[in-house]
């Protein structure tokens, strides 16, 4: 009985602790508009989330925040004034040893985003760290100079990839999800949306439309299945009102995605203020993208902020709570993994995401 409850005890906390995010580094020679752009569907138990500005650094810089850190002691992900940014993904299957990882991803970020400028100043960072560094993951980083790069990091070191190669990247991206090519393949995890957002990437850099608004829409919002070619489109035709519950797993959204961000970085030479963070707070599905931008004359959106009367930021209170209607069957632990798919998408149009998309596209208009 020790042993089923310690094994029990394990498998609780990979499910429920774990950081199954979906990423990707794009360079910006396969762009629509030639800029660099870092992706991260953030999967996590910390569904609430904020965006904070800080001025305590070399540069000024944003990031995204867990709401119950009110510290803001980690950042996972953001940029800075100088037009550098960083998001990770935890892999699996760096480290083949049995020190405990910190867990302190988010640390590093908010301490690169406070003095790095560019790629090589990341790197130096992570040469300069203490071995072993109790990490293993995938920290993804563009700069102002047109960089674009993954560190697989791990307690001995670290491995750099480029996505400006074409040796590497043929088609001008990297994804990670929650393993390394550096490590063991096969175990890690994640695999079955890795392939997912591949498949999203290549069509977009084939079709000259790859940009945040392609990599939100179609990548954080894929309702498409790689392994089951289940595609959930194809519920859209049954009117509003009808329950429609289906198995949702490995689709690139999931339940326990908090948010889902793209940094739009500049073109070499581009005053690197023009830096966008394109924001989806609280569940993708729920949620509208708003830009974010660092500016020393102006704030953040209030609705991004940390509101002291509902302990969150208003963007991802509102999506949470629209999330619910999604999630009607709440009976055993297994109520999870089931969704009602016709408060998303259904004849009548009335789905969260049917309302959202059209008024989001007015934002990315405007923006």
């Not at 908090?258 to 005053?271: A, F, H, I, M, W």
């Amino acid at each position: 009985m020790k042993t089923f409850a310690a094994l029990f005890l394990v498998l609780f906390l990979i499910q429920f602790n774990g950081k199954p995010c979906t990423t990707a580094v794009v360079s910006g020679k396969y762009t629509r508009d030639g800029r660099p752009l870092l992706w991260k569907n953030r999967d996590t138990h910390a569904l609430n989330n904020k965006i904070v500005r800080f001025t305590d650094g070399k540069y000024m810089y944003a990031g995204l925040v867990n709401s119950t850190d009110t510290l803001n002691l980690s950042i996972w992900q953001g940029f800075n004034s100088a037009g550098f940014a960083i998001m990770n993904s935890a892999s699996y299957n760096l480290n083949n040893d049995t020190i405990e990882t910190s867990g302190f991803e988010g640390r590093l970020m908010k301490k690169a985003l406070q003095s790095c400028a560019t790629i090589d100043e990341f790197e130096t960072l992570l040469k300069e760290m203490d071995k072993p560094t109790r990490l293993e993951a995938n920290f993804g980083v563009i700069d102002a100079r047109g960089g674009a790069a993954y560190f697989e990091l791990g307690n001995t070191g670290y491995t750099k990839i480029d996505a400006n190669d074409p040796r590497i990247a043929p088609y001008g991206y990297i994804i990670r999800t929650n393993f390394s090519t550096t490590g063991e393949m096969g175990i890690g995890g994640v695999y079955i949306r890795y392939v997912t957002a591949d498949r999203m990437m290549e069509m977009a850099v084939k079709e000259r439309r790859l940009d945040a608004k392609t990599i939100l829409q179609e990548g954080s919002r894929s309702l498409y299945h790689s392994l089951t070619h289940v595609n959930l489109n194809s519920y859209a035709d049954i009117p509003s009102g009808h329950r429609t519950m289906v198995y949702f797993e490995d689709f690139i959204p999931r339940r326990s995605t908090s948010s889902s961000t793209v940094v739009q970085g500049v073109k070499k030479g581009e005053d690197p203020v023009f830096t966008t963070m394109w924001t989806v707070l609280g569940w993708p599905l729920a949620s509208v993208t708003i830009p974010v931008w660092l500016n020393e004359k102006t704030d953040l959106p209030e609705i991004m902020k940390f509101d002291d009367s509902i302990k969150d930021a208003p963007l991802c209170h509102w999506a949470l709570t629209a999330k619910k209607r999604c999630y009607p069957y709440t009976w055993g632990t297994s109520s999870m993994h089931y969704m009602d798919v016709n408060g998303l998408i259904n004849a009548d149009h009335t789905g969260t995401l049917q309302m959202i998309v059209p008024f989001e596209n007015r934002i990315f208009a405007k923006a």
